[in-house]
C-alpha cells in the first residue's frame, strides 16, 4: 500500500521554500514591471497588502486560489507566476551589462 511522503524532511521544506521564493519574486518582477503598487495589487486581487508583502519575500506561500486572484489582478497567467525560470532570467538580466 503506498504510503503518504513525509512532508517535513528537509528536502521537502528546502523544495517548497525555493517555490515560495520563485513565485514571490514572479509577483514582484511582473507588479513592478506593470508600475503596480503593493496596495494597487492588494485591492485589484483581495489579497492584504501585509500579505503580498511576505508573498513577495517567500516567508509565506498562498492558497490556490489567492494565486489565481494574484495572476488576474496582474493580467498574466498562473503559469508566468510559477515558472521558476522566469526568476532566473530575471537576475541574469540584472547582472548582464547593457
Known amino acids: 500500500m503506498p504510503t ?7 528536502e ?6 525555493q517555490s515560495r521564493l520563485h513565485v514571490g519574486a514572479n509577483i514582484r518582477r ?17 489579497v492584504t497588502r501585509n500579505v503580498l508583502i ?5 516567508r ?3 492558497l490556490y486560489e489567492r494565486l489565481f486572484d494574484i495572476a488576474d489582478a496582474l493580467q498574466v497567467s498562473i ?8 526568476h532566473s532570467s530575471h537576475r541574469d538580466r ?4 547593457d
Do not use: I
Not at 54 to 58: I, Q, R
Not at 79 to 86: G, N
Open 60 to 62: 509565506r506561500g498562498l
Open 4 to 10: 503518504r511522503p513525509n512532508q517535513n524532511t528537509p
Open 30 to 46: 511582473v507588479r513592478t514591471e506593470q508600475g503596480m503598487t503593493q496596495e494597487t495589487l492588494a485591492l485589484r486581487s483581495g
Open 54 to 58: 511576505d508573498v513577495e519575500f517567500g
Open 12 to 17: 521537502r521544506v528546502a523544495q517548497w521554500e
Open 79 to 86: 503559469c508566468d507566476l510559477m515558472a521558476p525560470q522566469a
Open 94 to 97: 540584472q547582472t548582464r551589462p
